[in-house]
């Protein structure tokens, strides 16, 4: 009970931004704003903060750098698994396969504070500055046939990339931050939780996809039962201590990216299905969510 407490703080402020677009009128572009603010500013200040201020070894990052890489794989191989099953349409398939490995991170950070505080909402940090550039490089790559694209510009262009790596060069070289830089990167930090999670709620939509039920079906199947089964499978190998893998389960279990509907609009994919496959993930997270938390707090205990 006291884990799906947890989740329903973030589902209300999620239902929240759709009431805001589609009840109280506010407009798509202030959202288009809003959501640009969080992700080129806001966000890359909390990642620096998390990660420059919270003891990190060189050896559990290293064993997080693994278990990203592998997550991110064992996400994209099952992902295309749907071609020679279900033969889906191609160009939906390379556009919703994202969805099977990629991740909200403004309910991962809001939850990991919630469940562990500062030491969780790092090891999330860690997580989430190492995943991006791999599921990047596995999206872009994949839509890269609609639409040229240059994968590495797009990588290292990456705020959440540059901000990982700002971070943990502060954390492993002892420079660390003035104070009040710090409580400034902390102040916008804090902001960007509610700000992203209004967001997504503005994102949601259920009304493209019909034509792909099944891939859609069987990319939710893999990004919410699973990916965290990977992960506990993960964590055992490379024996991540209690909390990292209680973090990690959460990260794997976490609802698709609304970036990948960005992603896909912008390089010629189908956006209207993968925006369904992120809605439709977002509110089952609602029930899934709290399962998985309660699986890994058992089996990391």
């Known amino acids: 009970m006291h884990i799906a407490l947890l989740v329903i703080p973030d589902c209300l402020i999620v239902a929240l931004g759709w009431v805001l677009l589609h009840k109280l009128k506010f407009s798509r572009e202030f ?16 990642l620096v903060q998390s990660i420059a201020f919270t003891p990190i070894s060189a050896s559990s990052a290293g064993r997080l750098l693994v278990v990203s890489i592998l997550l991110a794989l064992a996400g994209y191989l099952a ?7 279900l033969k889906p349409r191609a160009i939906a398939l390379a556009s919703l396969a994202q969805c099977a490995y990629r991740f909200n991170t403004y309910i991962g950070f809001s939850l990991a504070a919630a469940l562990a505080g500062s030491e969780g909402q790092a090891i999330m940090a860690v997580l989430v500055g190492f995943s991006v550039p791999i599921v990047n490089i596995l999206a872009v790559k994949s839509l890269a046939r609609f639409q040229g694209s240059n994968v590495w510009l797009e990588v290292l262009k ?5 901000a990982t790596l700002v971070g943990l060069i502060l ?13 400034t990167l902390s102040k916008m930090g804090n902001s960007a939780i509610p700000l992203g999670l209004l967001c997504v709620g503005a994102s949601l939509s259920l009304e493209g996809g019909s034509q792909d039920r099944a891939v859609i079906s069987w990319i939710l199947g893999i990004r919410l039962m699973m990916m965290p089964v990977f992960a506990l499978i993960f964590a055992f190998l490379l024996a991540l201590s209690p909390l990292e893998t209680h973090i990690l389960v959460l990260f794997a279990a976490l609802p698709p990216a609304s970036a990948a509907y960005i992603l896909a609009a912008r390089m010629g994919g189908d956006g209207r299905c993968v925006a ?7 509110i089952l997270a609602v029930f899934t969510l709290p ?4 699986i890994g707090e058992k089996l990391a205990n």
């Open 31 to 46: 959202f288009s704003n809003t959501e640009r603010l969080v992700y080129y500013i806001l966000f890359p200040a909390l």
């Open 79 to 85: 992902a295309w698994l749907a071609r020679p099953l």
């Open 158 to 162: 990456n705020p959440l990339v540059l």
């Open 171 to 183: 954390n492993f070289s002892g420079i660390g931050l003035a104070d009040t830089v710090n409580v």
């Open 276 to 282: 369904t496959a992120i809605s439709v993930g977002t």
């Open 291 to 294: 399962l998985w938390l309660f």
